[in-house]
């Protein structure tokens, strides 16, 4: 069956150009409170639009909320081969040592001290320097986005202990930036076996949700696979 986007989906599509600095900044803004490119779920948009970064994910410092979005949507759609772009490594700048200082009158007179300057340095910091400190330390206290993510982990046998599996999860993916849920479900899947159910919360900028199931597929003598189900922004 041949499909037809709507104008809607057609519009959003059109807004966002990811070959271009502008598109990327764009849609970065777009995504800061959205986990789709069109509601509230997974659509076309999402699909058409990811096929024009080419399998090519952007710049993770650059456009943080666009690169959640990225990996989310090609997780779901089964994307292959997806490439990260590195930073380019900084050339270390080598420092000009100083000059040596010549000697004089001056400086044999501030040998023995300057009361003014001393008087100034124990009156401490002006207000001005007050503001701009108690400034910069709100700016460090700004809001750290998180995301709920959802995994359904399969076992390979129906006898398998699924809550000795769940521990193992546990204490095996860890990282800074990610925070387990204390509790998982079990669903039936057929022939007796069940799978886990488990949930997270991670820090956009410190987790990514290859992290998350690289960690969980290495336990592959319990782990037969790893799927992500859900992936919503916390408020």
């Given at each position: 069956r041949h499909y037809t986007p709507t104008t809607a989906q057609m519009m959003a599509i059109a807004k966002f150009d990811p070959s271009s600095p502008e598109g990327l900044t764009s849609l970065n803004d777009h995504l800061k409170t959205r986990s789709y490119i069109t509601g509230y779920s997974f659509t076309t948009s999402d699909s058409d639009l990811i096929k024009q970064f080419r399998s090519c994910a952007p710049d993770k410092s650059s456009y943080p909320h666009v690169?959640?979005?990225?990996?989310?949507?090609?997780?779901?759609?089964?994307?292959?081969?997806?490439?990260?772009p590195l930073a380019a490594p900084k050339k270390a700048e080598k420092k000009a040592e100083p000059a040596p200082k010549e000697e004089n009158d001056d400086d044999v007179d501030d040998m023995f001290g300057d009361d003014d300057e001393e008087?100034?340095?124990?009156k401490g910091p002006s207000r001005a320097e007050q503001m701009a400190a108690a400034k910069a330390a709100k700016e460090?206290?700004?809001k750290i986005e998180k995301s709920q993510v959802v995994?359904?982990?399969k076992p390979w046998e129906?006898?398998?202990d699924l809550k000795a599996l769940y521990d193992k999860i546990?204490?095996?993916?860890?990282?800074d930036g990610l925070v387990w849920g204390e509790g998982y479900k079990l669903a039936p899947i057929a022939f007796g076996i069940n799978k886990l159910v488990i949930s997270c919360v991670i820090e956009d900028d410190k987790v990514g949700l290859n992290d998350i199931?690289?960690?969980?597929e290495a336990i592959e003598d319990e782990v037969q696979s790893v799927d992500l189900i859900t992936m919503q922004r916390c408020s």
């Amino acid at each position: 069956r041949h499909y037809t986007p709507t104008t809607a989906q057609m519009m959003a599509i059109a807004k966002f150009d990811p070959s271009s600095p502008e598109g990327l900044t764009s849609l970065n803004d777009h995504l800061k409170t959205r986990s789709y490119i069109t509601g509230y779920s997974f659509t076309t948009s999402d699909s058409d639009l990811i096929k024009q970064f080419r399998s090519c994910a952007p710049d993770k410092s650059s456009y943080p909320h666009v690169y959640r979005w990225y990996i989310h949507i090609a997780t779901l759609i089964g994307v292959r081969g997806i490439q990260v772009p590195l930073a380019a490594p900084k050339k270390a700048e080598k420092k000009a040592e100083p000059a040596p200082k010549e000697e004089n009158d001056d400086d044999v007179d501030d040998m023995f001290g300057d009361d003014d300057e001393e008087e100034e340095e124990k009156k401490g910091p002006s207000r001005a320097e007050q503001m701009a400190a108690a400034k910069a330390a709100k700016e460090k206290k700004k809001k750290i986005e998180k995301s709920q993510v959802v995994f359904d982990v399969k076992p390979w046998e129906a006898d398998q202990d699924l809550k000795a599996l769940y521990d193992k999860i546990k204490s095996t993916v860890a990282m800074d930036g990610l925070v387990w849920g204390e509790g998982y479900k079990l669903a039936p899947i057929a022939f007796g076996i069940n799978k886990l159910v488990i949930s997270c919360v991670i820090e956009d900028d410190k987790v990514g949700l290859n992290d998350i199931t690289d960690g969980i597929e290495a336990i592959e003598d319990e782990v037969q696979s790893v799927d992500l189900i859900t992936m919503q922004r916390c408020s």
